[in-house]
């Protein structure tokens, strides 16, 4: 974004936070939910694509820019930060890493326009060993067929589409080639998002299991159109979050 268009982003932010964020933190410490007005008004500000590239709807900011963003957003509670990270730093920068142009074309400017992503990578078995995940994607005629249940979801009891990572090999490979990267919309057959769970912070933003059964995606759904790169955008999308929670 140009410098001095940021700028003005930024005190326009500070506004936002001071006058609309701050004065509902009550209301969602006792509701556990954020307004959908204050979502509708997060979406206008447009940071549910503050890095996304600008062609495909987003504000094209750089890595600097996003963190100055965060820390901005971040003097309001936590749950604000959270709902729109997974967008733009765990979703959409593996869409930026890996997608295809087809598939950027196809999600990035609905999850610039604030439509709600979620990124499942850990499971009731694999959380610190991501690598040992057991979800698996077996293809068929014409994609793929996905089980497994993936844990800890931030986002999941709102989000229109996961990336869900599965294994695309029984045995574990050198570099983690046995997992590969699906985009899985939440509302198909076989997807079910349980209920959220209990946490001792952070009210407003929800984490709840997503389970998957004979759930059915097109070859489309491969990310990157490419098998085994999974593990790396994750972890990339994950470098990426860090600096987010930081």
Not at 9 to 37: A, G, M, N, Y
Not at 147 to 164: C, E, Q
Not at 178 to 196: E, M, N, Q, R, Y
Request: aromatic share 6%; with cysteine.
């Amino acid at each position: 974004m140009d410098a001095e268009v940021f700028e003005q982003f930024l005190i326009q932010l500070e506004r936002f936070v001071r006058d609309r964020l701050i004065p509902v933190e009550r209301k969602i410490i006792e509701t556990d939910l954020i307004p959908e007005s204050v979502l509708e008004a997060m979406r206008d500000m447009g940071l549910f694509g503050l890095t996304i590239p600008e062609e495909h709807g987003g504000a094209g900011m750089n890595i600097s820019q996003y963190i100055r963003t965060m820390h901005t957003l971040s003097y309001a509670m936590p749950a604000f930060r959270s709902i729109i990270s997974i967008n733009v730093g765990m979703f959409a920068s593996a869409f930026k890493n890996g997608g295809t142009e087809a598939q950027k074309a196809a999600w990035l400017p609905r999850i610039a326009a604030g439509e709600i992503a979620a990124f499942g990578l850990t499971e009731p078995g694999s959380g610190s060993d991501a690598a040992g995940l057991q979800t698996t994607a077996v293809p068929t005629a014409d994609g793929w067929l996905l089980n497994g249940t993936k844990r800890y979801i931030t986002n999941s009891p709102f989000a229109k589409v996961g990336l869900i990572m599965a294994r695309t090999a029984t045995e574990n490979l050198p570099k983690n080639a046995h997992i590969s990267a699906f985009i899985v919309p939440l509302d198909i057959p076989g997807v079910t998002i349980c209920k959220s769970d209990r946490k001792m912070g952070q009210s407003g933003s929800h984490i709840a299991d997503i389970v998957l059964e004979d759930v059915h995606v097109g070859s489309q759904a491969l990310l990157g159109g490419e098998l085994g790169k999974g593990f790396a955008f994750a972890m990339m999308s994950l470098d990426n979050g860090r600096m987010s929670v930081g």
